[in-house]
């Protein structure tokens, strides 16, 4: 694989949607088109893409051979430019706002629905909005879709903080989420768990820490902050990290481990990660010293993700060369998202 920083953003891209022989297999096997609700995000577009082209590769085999699979794409896209770029990709866009009831209703029908709108960011001081987002909503959507197959996007935040030499939490975990986004998020499992089993739908839930891409994630924080000389705060002192693409992989094959109940898994990566030893590796691969600040707490937010793991193997893009394309990135000037992960904050306050 060659070097995301030789040609940006075009190979950077690339390595967030090819979809890998497996992802083909397996949603070949499901019939239906596909729904994307809450698509304008950052994991929608590159996830989109790779259903498309997994689709493409694949039109003679399984249930409905020689059938054109749709993929539809649905958001607000209140970003400018946001739905020229999924319609020059050859994905189908529905502008909507899923609070609104008719527009809800309106949605073409779907055998799969992959649910990735979600509020974090905001949550302090209009709590009220969050739990609207993250809990009432989904609940709607369940309804609307009871018919289809059902992957949702919640988080690890739903999870206590586990010892940091504990592996993290498993699927088996009590919850204990700390602060009101964390709690919203957990009433919105409730939520999609209790139409499942009232109706039957097949579901999978995906607790998902952290995502990366070079422009955004807890390896992309650290790195400008070592770059740019500001202190990288150590007090949560693990974490777990998965590249983008493999997010998007493991998230379309889990289209057919839908279940009632819902099955739930933990999406992120096999390692527990020092955020120190994480600073001073890319402070080296950017020739800085890493200004560190605070002590490790006993406790981290950690998830752990032996189940995911022997589900769908190992990573296909590994740390190191996570560490390798994010320091080339930031060191060249690389765009970014904008949106820090926040991922140091203990106390459950976005």
Known sequence: MSDPATDPLAELDRHLWQPTEAVITDLAGLPGNLLLL?????????????????????????????????????????????????ADAGIETIPADLADPAALRALPD?????????????????????????????????????????????????????????????????PGPVGEYAQSCLGRERLLEHVSRERGTPMSILRLNYAIDLRYGVLHDIARAVQAGEPVDVTMGSVN???????????????RHCASPPDVLNVTGPETVSVRWLAHELGRRLGRMPVITGEEAPTALLSNSARCMARFGYPSVPLERILDWTAQWVAAGGPSHGKPTKFEQRGGVF
Do not use: C
Request: net charge positive.
């Open 241 to 255: 990290v998965l590249w983008q693409g493999d997010v998007n992989a493991v998230t379309l094959r889990s289209l």
């Open 110 to 174: 779907a055998a799969n629905v992959i649910y990735l709108v979600g509020r974090k960011f905001g949550t302090h001081g209009d709590e009220w909005t969050t739990w609207a987002v993250n809990t009432y909503l989904p609940a709607l959507v369940a309804e609307r879709f009871a018919g289809s197959r059902i992957v949702a996007f919640s988080t690890g935040n739903v999870y206590p903080l586990t010892p940091a030499g504990s592996g993290g939490a498993d699927e088996g975990t009590p």
């Open 38 to 86: 809450g698509a304008g995000g950052k994991l929608g577009l590159s996830l989109a893409r790779m259903a498309r082209l997994a689709f493409d590769r694949a039109p003679d085999r399984g249930p409905d051979p020689g059938r054109e699979r749709r993929v539809i794409a649905v958001s607000r896209f209140a970003e400018p430019g946001r739905r020229a770029d999924f």
